[in-house]
């Protein structure tokens, strides 16, 4: 059993920048994929970003390449999202998610879900 819990979410004008922080519980931390997914107000969920357990892959959506950055700290069982030139379209609900048999780039392949947190970007 992992539990997920995410932090850093807030309101930020465009062009600014937030980290998100995902600490999770657990001993196997370092065997899950990790990954960030959001969610925004009548869309459907979308993926962000994904880690492979060692850290030695990323993977990002197209919307996020260049401005989004995933990294993990297996020593602290935590998984970072550092997001620059943020802009209103990113504005959602951002998941953390730990995927053990998966790359963690599909919700389908996602073993555990933190609760999410609000990022809004003002105009």
């Known amino acids: 059993q992992v539990q997920l819990v995410e932090s850093g979410g807030g309101l930020v004008q465009a062009g600014g920048s937030l980290r998100l922080s995902c600490a999770a519980s657990g001993r196997t931390f370092s065997t899950y994929a990790m990954g960030w997914f959001r969610q925004a107000p009548g869309k459907e969920r979308e993926f962000v970003a994904a880690?492979?357990?060692?850290?030695?892959?990323?993977y990002y959506g197209d919307s996020v390449k260049g401005r989004f950055t995933i990294s993990r700290d297996n020593t602290k069982n935590t998984v970072y999202l550092q997001m620059n030139s943020l802009k209103p379209e990113d504005t959602a609900v951002y998941y953390c998610?730990?995927?053990?048999?998966?790359?963690?780039?599909?919700?389908?392949?996602?073993?555990?879900w933190g609760k999410g947190t609000l990022v809004t970007v003002s105009s």
């Open positions: 998610a730990a995927c053990q048999g998966s790359s963690c780039l599909s919700e389908y392949g996602v073993d555990y």
């Open positions: 880690i492979s357990w060692t850290g030695g892959r990323t």
